[in-house]
């Protein structure tokens, strides 16, 4: 059975920091991108940010570009999210999720929620 679940979600002022974790266990890593989303009330879910299991080089969505790193700990199965210089816009629920080879997003997280005050 596939699980994700993310954590590191709270309550931070703007201009802090915050990392959320998504450990994944029941998939093959490799044959996985892991990703990012959020998603605001009354908002559609964005795109936050996309990594292979691998490594390597990571895409963002334009609104955090600079601001949010994604990385992996292939040891550990999980994903980060390190986000600073956090805005009241990036409240909303964050979630994790994996992306197969033909693009699909087939597993999700359940979520985790970051709340931004000013």
């Known amino acids: 059975q596939v699980q994700l679940v993310e954590s590191g979600g709270g309550v931070v002022q703007a201009g802090g920091s915050l990392r959320l974790s998504c450990a994944a266990s029941?998939?093959?890593?490799?044959?996985?991108?892991m990703a990012w989303f959020r998603q605001a009330p009354g908002k559609e879910r964005e795109f936050v940010a996309r990594?292979?299991?691998?490594?390597?080089?990571?895409y963002y969505g334009e609104s955090v570009e600079g601001r949010f790193t994604i990385s992996v700990d292939d040891a550990k199965n999980t994903v980060y999210l390190q986000m600073k210089s956090l805005r009241p816009e990036d409240t909303a629920v964050y979630y994790c999720?994996?992306?197969?080879?033909?693009?699909?997003?087939?597993?999700w997280g359940q979520g985790t929620q970051v709340s931004v005050s000013s």
């Open positions: 999720a994996a992306q197969g080879g033909d693009g699909n997003y087939l597993y």
């Open positions: 029941g998939i093959t890593f490799r044959n996985y991108r």
């Open positions: 990594v292979n299991w691998s490594g390597g080089r990571g």
